[in-house]
């Protein structure tokens, strides 16, 4: 019976210590709790709805890309070429103006005295013989076939007897002259020797030989087109009289 008393002594001790201690720690507890948030300075927590209305964060600053550009291909035409060869000044070949008719040869020279002999004389019959026949007639403006030559003259005349055609024929002989096509089946003695120079290189010297052959008003008109247009005579290497011709 005492040993039952005793037992129950103990153990109503030892819950009364376990209570006590419970009460002693509880109190403790939270001071401590409280002063670790303090010295923390932790902030409240955020409302549950804190983070949908947050203010997303500006995305990092990254180095603007410029756009890949294809390098286009080379144009198939040089255009800065194109024009550089267009704005080049022409080039004007020297021409080599002849006046003395004893230095070419003697058929050119001889075919060209019988016709200032036979343009002299006032009679144009006389340079029937010298125009020649078939395939070496001479070439005389307007003509087109088997006309006659000395008709077609006396129809470029200004009177019926084709005497204007003579002196005109005279004038072109006693102006300098050419040698024209050098080589070439086209090789002539040409008289005169505008024919064969740009006229924008005339030296004044010149253009007073060729006003003795045209008026200020025909000059005008040659240099609107660029070429001396007058009557010409071409004789070749041969001595063979190959034109008489007006125009380009």
Known sequence: MTRNLAGRARAVRLVMLLLAGAVLYVPMAAPAAFALSELKGAPPPAPADSAENA???AAPETESEEPLEIPMPDPLVDKSATEAKDAAPEVVQPVEVLT?????????ARMRELIVEAAASGDIERLRPLLGKGPTQTQVSG???????IAILKGLSGDQDGV???AILLDVLSTGFVHADKGTPEEAYVWP???EKPLSSLTPPEKVDLFRLVTAGD?????????YNFYRVGIAPDGQWKFFVAGD
């Open 100 to 108: 003395d008719v004893s230095k070419i040869p003697a058929q050119v």
């Open 55 to 57: 203010t997303p964060a």
């Open 193 to 195: 020797y505008f024919a």
């Open 143 to 149: 003509s087109g076939g088997d006309e006659d030559p």
């Open 164 to 166: 204007e055609i003579l």
């Open 219 to 227: 000059f005008a008109g040659m240099e609107e087109l660029g070429n």
